[in-house]
Nanobody, 122 residues
Framework: QAQFIESGGGLVQAGGSLRLACASSRYTISNYAMGWFRQAPGKEREFVSGITWSGSSTTYADAVKGRFSISRDNAKSTVYLQMNSLKPEDTAVYYC???????????????WGRGTQVTVSS
């Protein structure tokens, strides 16, 4: 059973924007660092962005740096990923998950959601 629920995916043209949300009604996310990952068809899951429990520190994959922005609202137990200037190569299923500390390694994350599809057309 998925622990988080991702939403906000969809079909968008290149150059467009989407805002993903990751929420949990079961867990208080303020206890955890949170991360976004993505997986394109035929490829391994890759790190996109992460944020510390307080929101004071964030990190991004080089491929999305300057275009994506991660934020969180602990009162709403929700994490967001604002995606701007989208490219066809951003097409993937996007997942969120929790970790004890901010990390780029999927191995330390848990409570994975089922993902939301993002498709960017050229």
């Amino acid at each position: 059973q998925a622990q988080f629920i991702e939403s906000g995916g969809g079909l968008v043209q290149a150059g467009g924007s989407l805002r993903l949300a990751c929420a949990s009604s079961r867990y208080t996310i303020s206890n955890y660092a949170m991360g976004w990952f993505r997986q394109a068809p035929g490829k391994e899951r890759e790190f996109v962005s992460g944020i510390t429990w307080s929101g004071s520190s964030t990190t991004y994959a080089d491929a999305v740096k300057g275009r994506f922005s991660i934020s969180r609202d602990n009162a709403k137990s929700t994490v967001y990923l604002q995606m701007n200037s989208l490219k066809p190569e951003d097409t993937a299923v996007y997942y969120c998950a929790a970790a004890p500390e901010l990390s780029t390694s999927a191995e330390v994350y848990f409570y994975w959601g089922r993902g939301t599809q993002v498709t960017v057309s050229s």
